[in-house]
């Protein structure tokens, strides 16, 4: 019996070979991609940097939330029943906390404001505050000092 099929093992290979390299370079193409660093096919190696994500805004927001929180704590203290217990506050929406420990009531030409002193405890840290909030019109309270004490 004669073979009449000649075996080439040099063509055998070569679709699957090619097949192999083209399945690598998409694969390598597509994790440089995801690492940051992937090839300028198209010569535009523009990026833009203005959008953040996984950020937090920081300063005003933070600190007018807060402000907002303690005249609201400050406001809605019944000095009387209060004596000189201390008045605890906190703000979900930051994760502030504090507690108010000297709240002093005065009227001077017919404004009526109360003093106080306050901690915040933030995600910045621990801090001492001082401020102020006078009543002006029938109900409405606003903080005319909030700074903080070295």
């Keep these: 019996m004669k073979d009449i ?22 694969a ?11 090839f300028d096919f198209f010569g535009d190696s523009k990026v833009d940097r203005s959008i953040n994500t996984s950020t937090v805004p920081r ?4 600190a007018s939330s807060d402000e907002t929180t303690v005249r609201n704590a400050i406001s809605s203290a019944d000095l009387q029943k209060l004596g000189t217990s ?31 002193s306050t901690t915040r405890h933030s995600y910045t840290g621990i801090a001492n505050f001082s401020g102020r909030a006078c009543l002006v019109g029938e ?9 903080q004490q070295p």
């Design 5 to 26: 099929a000649k075996s080439n093992d040099h063509t055998k290979g070569s679709p699957s070979r090619a097949c192999v390299f083209v399945v690598l370079f998409s």
């Design 28 to 38: 390598i193409a597509t994790l440089c991609g995801c690492m940051g660093s992937s």
């Design 59 to 62: 300063g005003k927001t933070e």
């Design 86 to 116: 201390p008045l605890p506050w906190a703000n979900a929406s930051t994760g502030s906390a504090g507690v108010v420990t000297a709240i002093k009531e005065e009227s001077s030409n017919g404004v009526t404001c109360r003093r106080f």
């Design 139 to 147: 109900a409405n309270w606003q903080l005319t000092n909030f700074a």
